[in-house]
């Protein structure tokens, strides 16, 4: 079946440096890829999305950089505050279907301040 | 705001028991969805509906099965609950373009 996988499984920074997670997945057909954040205790809220027909999209401190060629694509968030503190995960939606969402397994964000 | 509520944020249940949980959603959304969470498995898709009556299996809905026979309402059921089904479930619902979630119901099996 479709696969998205996602790593690290844990990342640990210092506040005010950069923060990136790496996903790939398997499904040719997939053309969204959100990220969600959970925060310990809290429901998964998306906070940053991008399509298949651009290659970055940017947020404040947060990008999204995607690579069609390769199937892979990361999450970068830069002077990271302790307030980034959360699971991270990363979906592809598969079969063509925007709302079919496959998530990767997540990864848990420690900022120290 | 898009507002998901689940019937309870924790339950806890017997061996064998059957189990309901509730989802409400209130933005009038087709597609309502069903995940477990469990720690280093991310989120699993258990069953989806994209209308009144309809479903799908997602990709783990063996011991499940689900209801949707209002459009705001999508229930999960446990015929004979198992110890391994102890976990956090998540609800959401689909937007033109985001998920949203409910806040969860975790579930204990005993």
């Known amino acids: 079946g479709e696969n998205v996988e996602q790593h690290p499984s844990t990342l640990s920074v210092q506040e005010g440096d950069s923060a990136v997670i790496k996903c790939t997945y398997s499904?040719?057909?997939?053309?969204?890829f959100p990220w969600y954040k959970q925060e310990l205790g809290k429901r998964p809220q998306l906070i940053i999305d991008?399509?298949?027909?651009?290659g970055e999209k940017k947020d404040q401190r947060i990008a999204v950089t995607l690579n069609k060629t390769a199937k892979h694509f990361s999450l970068h968030i830069t002077e990271t505050q302790p307030e980034d503190s959360a699971v991270y995960f990363c979906?592809?939606?598969?079969?063509?279907?925007?709302?079919?969402?496959?998530f990767g397994k997540g990864t848990k964000l420690s900022v120290k301040p | 705001d898009v507002k998901v509520t689940q019937s309870s944020r924790y339950l806890v249940k017997r061996t064998g028991e059957k189990v309901f949980l509730e989802c409400v959603q209130d933005?009038?959304?087709?597609?309502m969805f069903w995940y477990r969470q469990d720690p280093g498995l991310g989120l699993r898709l258990i069953y989806f509906?994209?209308?009144?009556?309809?479903?799908e299996k997602g990709d783990i809905p063996e011991g499940y099965s689900v209801s949707r026979e209002k459009k705001e309402r999508f229930s999960l059921i446990l015929e004979s609950a198992s110890t391994n089904q102890t976990s956090m479930y998540l609800c959401?619902?689909?937007?033109?373009?985001?998920?949203?979630f409910g806040p969860g119901t975790r579930l204990t099996v005993t």
């Open positions: 979906a592809a939606n598969y079969g063509g279907s925007q709302g079919n969402l496959i």
């Open positions: 499904d040719s057909a997939s053309n969204y």
């Open positions: 991008i399509r298949s027909n651009v």
């Open positions: 933005m009038d959304h087709e597609n």
């Open positions: 509906s994209y209308d009144v009556k309809m479903k």
């Open positions: 959401a619902t689909l937007g033109e373009v985001e998920q949203y």
